[in-house]
């Protein structure tokens, strides 16, 4: 029934920035929680970001500071600004949408819908 479009990935040098995007489609978007969540090389899946449906927001230690998570205002996508962009930062970042909010943001399997994921690479 839903689904999210990711956008905006790519090759950056360290201290630089980029944006993602992450469009909806088929479901009540103004209704869901969303995440970030990003899985690097031999890691497992790790929490970033998670923003309301009234657009308060968490973040992993690891990004706070440097991560902005926001809602568009038409309520149809979910961006992430990355600023200060560190080697460590690489990964496949993905959004996910939860519709029933019944457990926390951190946690992945409380989200119902996923993105296909985009690579962010950050050279140093």
């Known amino acids: 029934q839903v689904q999210l479009v990711e956008s905006g990935g790519g090759l950056v040098q360290a201290g630089g920035s980029l944006r993602l995007s992450c469009a909806a489609s088929g479901g009540t978007f103004s209704s869901y929680r969303m995440g970030w969540f990003r899985q690097a090389p031999g890691k497992e899946r790790e929490f970033v970001a998670g923003i309301s449906r009234s657009g308060s927001t968490v973040y992993a230690d690891s990004v706070k500071g440097r991560f902005t998570a926001s809602r568009d205002n038409a309520k149809i996508t979910v961006w992430l600004q990355m600023n200060s962009l560190k080697p460590e930062d690489t990964a496949v970042y993905y959004c996910?949408?939860?519709?029933?909010?019944?457990?926390?943001?951190?946690?992945?399997?409380?989200?119902?819908?996923w993105g296909q994921g985009t690579q962010v690479t950050v050279s140093s």
């Open positions: 996910a949408a939860d519709k029933t909010i019944l457990r926390p943001y951190t946690i992945w399997t409380a989200y119902d819908y």
